[in-house]
């Protein structure tokens, strides 16, 4: 696993709830060529990647990428881009012919990168039995479009409330709040010894959007795990959702009683990574290799939480495939053949497992509560049972609706949005 020296600033961030992004900026090296040009040889035909890393020291693709040159002599160039320069580095090259032979996307349809939105557009290559033998059972439709396959998922990433348990207890917490009302009451003793429960980029719409996500794991989802198959369906809607009015108005009470640090309606994901990192917030909304990448910079014990269930409701998660290997239908077939070698290679269970360590993930199969990172420990039993539903933007039709909750959420902390208008202005999204 990728570690940090303290004296290292880490600065992290999410692109889409949650894609990661790196510091550097790269320069460009597109792929893009006419795909019936080279038709030479690819057993060392090298390609091009472009990705988004969790920051400047976390670079497992380039240490995957490097197992697989030493081993098959193949050379692959890997391009990394920022969080906020990615989704738009992705779109605009695809568009303009020049993209990478092969870039990591988000499932689904809900982003602007996303797997099903870029293959209806023809940007991506068909891929082979053995990337569609690895996607987890019920959600083909985020990498399928007419029974053809478009996205290779990575690994499974959990997403939750990263944890400092160590800072918990220097002000009388001694364990994570088990239910909705111990949370409130940690909120209340967090501050009465001057920390914060929750850090939240509040000025950041992907990290609020995330973290409603994350409490309508139980609202929502625990106990309707196909509402989104029944908004599509028009069965339902956000505005008439007791799940997801509670979700919202969980955040308006923590809000209200001080859960998160002053001034979170513009916080950034700096605060989050100095409040987590320097001790003086307790949890943050992210991806759960967060906590392997901040624990490696601070040498601090940082583990993976759920929000906390309310009464009568079950203990629950998050955890989807939220990252996939796509390959660029511009490039050259010898390319093409040679990255979906690459995806062949990757699949395979111990490379699998060894993506999942190195970027802080699950393996993408064969999940056992004993075989998970430390940190993936508090939540272990419900990755093994399979009590975690994927993020739920994933299968929502488009951005907007995302974006829709993500600002909604800002409007809530600032009180220029009531939960009402917040859940009117989703459903009017989900039509766009």
Known sequence: MPQHTASRPLRWSLLAAPVAGVLILAGCSGGGGDSGGDSGDSADKGFTLMVAEANDADNYYEQLTDMYTKETGVPVEVIPYPSDAYNTQVTTQLQAGNAADVMILAPGTGQPISVVTLAEAGFLEPLDDTSAGII??????????????????????????IYNSAGAEEVGIDEYPATYDDLLAACQTARDGGKTFTVLAGGVPFNTGLFAQLISATRVYEGTPDWNEQRAAGD????????????????????DTGCFQDGAAGGTFDNITAGIGGG????????????????????????VQ?????????????ASANYAWAINAKSDDAVKTSAQDFLDWAAQPEQAKTYADLAGYVPITGVTAD????????????????????????????????????????????????????????DAAWGN
């Open 136 to 161: 987890p059972a019920g959600s083909e439709a985020q990498y399928t479009v007419d029974d053809k396959v478009y996205g290779q998922p990575t690994a499974l990433a959990p997403v939750g409330l």
């Open 306 to 318: 759920a929000f906390p269930p309310a009464d009568g409701q079950e203990p629950f998660t998050l």
């Open 280 to 303: 003086t917030a307790l949890t943050a909304a992210t991806p759960g290799s967060a906590a392997a990448s901040i624990g490696g910079a601070t040498g601090l014990d940082i583990t």
């Open 371 to 426: 075989d998970l990172l430390p940190s993936y420990a508090p939540i272990g039993d419900l990755l093994e049972s399979g009590a975690y539903t994927g993020l739920p933007n994933a299968s929502w039709p488009n951005p907007a609706v995302y974006d829709a909750l993500g600002v909604g959420v800002q409007g809530l902390l600032t009180g220029q949005k009531t939960v009402d208008q917040v859940l009117s202005d989703m």
């Open 236 to 255: 339902v809607t956000f505005a008439d959702s007791d799940g997801w009015k509670e979700t919202l108005d969980d955040i308006v009470e923590l809000n």
